[in-house]
C-alpha cells in the first residue's frame, strides 16, 4: 500500500526526547522550546516566535492580538482549512470569503479590495501548497485601508516570497507543525510576530492573559492577570521531537522537492495532451513540496480516478470543501462577489502520496497507474 501521508522521522527524535525527559522539565517554554524557536528566528529571520499547541492555536493567538470585535469583518479565502475562519469567528467575527485564483489555488488578490468596508480589520491570505500568495500586492491593499495581514502559513514553512521566509511578511505569521505538515511535533505551531512591539501582548495572551514572561526575566516582582488570553504553550516532549526535525529541515526539504520534481516531469507528458492540469508555482515563490496535487477534467473524472488509485492500493485525497458552502460558513460569513473559481477548481483537485522518505519506485507507481488511467 502506498499511504498519502506519513509522519516525517529524521532518527534523532528519541535522543532529544529522551534528554528532554532528564532534564525534569516538561512543561512549556523549557530548554527545547527555546532552541526550537531560535531556530525559528534565525532560519527565517523574525523577530519572536513562539511554538503553539497547533496552527489553530496561533491564528486564535493572532485574532487576539489584531483585537478582533464582534461585527469586525476578516477577508479570507473559502477554499481554506476550517481553523483559518473558526479562529475569528470565535471573537465574533464574519468572515468574508473572497474567490481563489485557478492557477495556484491562493486568494485572488486582484479582488481583496473591493470586498473591504469601513468594517474590515483584517486579511488573511493562505500559501496554499506553500506556495506563496502574491503578498506585495495585499500588503499595499493593508497598507492603504490600514488593515491587519495575517498570514496562514500552515503549509508554508521553508518557502519563500522573493526571498522572504512566509510567515514573516505579514504583521503575523501562523505555522503548523501537525503531522500531516513538512515538520512536525504530532500536533504543533508557531506564531511569528513580525513586529517587536507586539511582542509582550503575544506573551500575555499566550501565558493565561498574565505578565509571568515579564516576571521571569525579572522585569516585575510578582504576576498577575492582565488581560484576557489561554494556554498556548506545548509541552517540552513535542519541543524535542520538533527540533529534531528542524535540525533536518534542509534534508527533510530537499528530499520532497525531489519526490515533486519527479512528480512533475512524470505527468508532464498528461499536462501537454491537456489531460490534467499541473501545479504552478510563480516565479517569485521558492515552495517546500508541501503538496503534490492534480487537477483532472471535473469532478467524476476525479472520484474514477481515486477509485482506480485505490484498486491498485495507491491513497490519493481531495482538499477542503469551500468554506462558504458550509453549514458554520453560511452562519459566520458571506461570500463577497461571484465564486468563479473556488468551488470548480476545488472539485477538480486531488492530492497524491507525499512525504518525507516517499521511494522513487511508489513515485513511478503512483505515476504509471495515473498515465494508465489515462491511457497515456
Ligand atoms: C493544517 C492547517 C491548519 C491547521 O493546523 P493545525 O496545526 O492542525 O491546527 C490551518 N490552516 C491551514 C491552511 C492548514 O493547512
Known amino acids: 500500500m502506498i499511504p498519502f501521508n506519513r509522519a516525517p522521522v529524521t532518527g534523532e527524535e528519541q535522543y532529544y526526547m529522551t ?9 512549556g517554554d523549557g530548554p527545547f522550546t527555546k532552541k526550537c524557536q531560535e531556530w ?56 468574508v470569503f473572497v474567490d481563489i485564483r485557478p492557477d495556484t489555488m491562493n ?38 485601508h490600514e488593515l491587519m495581514v495575517i498570514e496562514d502559513a500552515a503549509q508554508g514553512v521553508m518557502s519563500t516570497y522573493k526571498g522572504k521566509a512566509l ?8 505555522y503548523s507543525f501537525h503531522d500531516t505538515k513538512n515538520y512536525t511535533s504530532g500536533e504543533g ?12 501582548q503575544a506573551e500575555i495572551i499566550r501565558e493565561k492573559g498574565t505578565n509571568r514572561s515579564r516576571f521571569l526575566r525579572g522585569q516585575v516582582d510578582k504576576y498577575s492577570w492582565v488581560n484576557i488570553g489561554s494556554s498556548y504553550l506545548p509541552g ?25 520534481n519527479m512528480y512533475y516531469e512524470a505527468l508532464e507528458p498528461l499536462a501537454e495532451k491537456g489531460l490534467i492540469e499541473l501545479p504552478m508555482v510563480p516565479e517569485e515563490c521558492c515552495h517546500n513540496a508541501h503538496m503534490f496535487y492534480i487537477k483532472t477534467k471535473d469532478i467524476e473524472e476525479r472520484t474514477a480516478l481515486v477509485e482506480w488509485l485505490k484498486q491498485d492500493n495507491i491513497v490519493s485525497v481531495f482538499h477542503y470543501v469551500p468554506l462558504h458552502s458550509s453549514e458554520a460558513g453560511k452562519r459566520f460569513g458571506r461570500f463577497h462577489g461571484e465564486d468563479r473559481f473556488t468551488t470548480k477548481e476545488s472539485e477538480r483537485l486531488l492530492r497524491l502520496p507525499m512525504f518525507y522518505e516517499l521511494q522513487k519506485q511508489d513515485i513511478e507507481a503512483v505515476t504509471n497507474r495515473v498515465r494508465s488511467f489515462y491511457k497515456c
Open 236 to 260: 517540552e516532549l513535542n519541543a524535542a521531537y520538533l527540533y529534531a526535525q528542524l535540525h533536518h529541515a534542509n534534508v527533510i526539504n530537499e528530499d520532497r522537492l525531489a519526490s515533486w
Open 40 to 95: 525559528l528566528e534565525s532560519s527565517f529571520e523574525c523577530p519572536k516566535t513562539y511554538l503553539t499547541p497547533s496552527c489553530t492555536h496561533a491564528l486564535e493567538m493572532a485574532a487576539l492580538l489584531v483585537d478582533i470585535k464582534p461585527g469586525d469583518e476578516v477577508i479570507m479565502p473559502s477554499y481554506t482549512f476550517v481553523s483559518t475562519a473558526n479562529a475569528f469567528a470565535l471573537r465574533g467575527a464574519v468572515v
Open 189 to 200: 505551531g508557531a506564531l511569528l510576530v513580525n513586529d517587536e512591539r507586539n511582542k509582550e
Open 107 to 144: 486568494i485572488d488578490e486582484n479582488l481583496i479590495e473591493d470586498a473591504v468596508t469601513s468594517k474590515t480589520k483584517a486579511i488573511i491570505p493562505v500559501h496554499y501548497a506553500g506556495v506563496a500568495c502574491e503578498m506585495d500586492t495585499i500588503l499595499s491593499i493593508a497598507k492603504k
Open 19 to 27: 534528554q528532554a525527559i532528564e532534564n525534569r522539565k516538561l512543561s
Open 167 to 174: 510567515g514573516t511578511i505579514g504583521d503575523y505569521g501562523c
